[in-house]
């Protein structure tokens, strides 16, 4: 009973430490070496947040050096020691301030949603696609991960035409697969499937994005009232989940011509005997 929801939250737990660790740490890095740079060049900086050394701390780190307490050629080195001890010390100690960079995340990924949206930014993007697609290997990569993400979120009209959920039979006669249409049939087998075939994608558990494409007349489709999510998940589980609307009601046992249980008169033979 509480295995879906372990799971879920460990898969939740894993994606926050992932965006933490991949992208809002890296961003922390970044906000602490530019703060700690400043104060070199804003020096009043320091002093107004209250992270500057007092006597006895310097003593203390001189001392630790070796250094007697009248030695000040390391204090520039230890002062600032002693700012960027403080400041790890925010980002170790206040979660709020761990979350900085994961929220520097969002708005820069908001203010590049943005800038594309724009003419400006679609000609950027264009420029950086093709520099990706100059490179011979990361060029497939990128183009199949393009295509996927195309098919999976595309807009809502063209979702229509592209995300019909299908049944077929597959591999042979008599045996129904569960399948997405995905596009019309290539011109190369119009002459063999017809004007209106079709492809499918019947997708493989437990992962629906492996599978096999196959290329059909549409009339040896079966139309089915699923959405995308439900044939997901009804592949993901083996034909474990379905939608309450494709699940069969437990039958009841049928009296016999007696008029009795035909269960009942099994356990009742059996008792005779």
């Known amino acids: 009973m509480v295995l879906p929801a372990t799971l879920t939250l460990w898969i939740l737990a894993q994606a926050y430490l992932w965006i933490n660790n ?10 602490r070496y530019v703060l700690l740079q400043s104060f070199s060049t804003w ?28 030695d000040t050629s390391q204090d520039v080195q230890l002062v600032f020691e002693y700012q960027k001890g403080v400041v790890h010390g925010w980002w170790s100690n206040f979660w709020p301030v761990r979350m ?21 930014g679609r000609v950027a993007y264009r420029q950086l696609e093709r520099a990706i697609t100059s490179l011979p290997v990361i060029k497939k990569i990128y183009s199949w ?10 807009p809502q009209e063209k979702a229509i035409q592209f995300r019909r959920v299908v049944a077929v039979e597959y591999p042979k006669k008599g045996i129904w697969s569960v399948g997405f249409q995905t596009g ?11 004007e209106d075939g079709i492809t499918i994608f019947i997708p493989s558990s437990p992962t629906p994005f492996t599978g096999y494409t196959i290329t059909v007349p549409i009339a040896s489709t079966i139309e089915l009232p ?17 939608p309450p609307s494709q699940s069969t009601p437990p039958s009841l046992p049928t009296p016999n011509r007696n008029g009795n249980i035909d269960e009942l008169d099994e356990h009742a033979e059996g008792d005779a005997q």
Do not use: C
């Open 184 to 194: 019309n049939a290539l011109l190369a087998l119009k002459d063999h499937v017809g």
């Open 100 to 120: 900085v960079g994961l929220l520097v995340a969002v708005i820069a990924v908001y203010l590049a949603g943005r800038l594309v949206g724009g003419w400006v």
């Open 43 to 70: 020096p009043t900086l320091p002093e107004y947040w209250g992270i500057m050394p007092t006597a006895e701390d310097l003593d203390l780190a001189r001392s630790a050096l070796g250094l007697s307490s009248s």
């Open 226 to 242: 699923l959405t995308v999510e439900e044939a997901i998940g009804f592949t993901i589980s083996g034909g474990v989940l379905r």
């Open 145 to 154: 991960i393009k295509q996927i993400v195309d098919f999976l979120f595309s």
């Open 22 to 31: 991949s992208i809002a740490e890296p961003i922390n890095g970044g906000i």
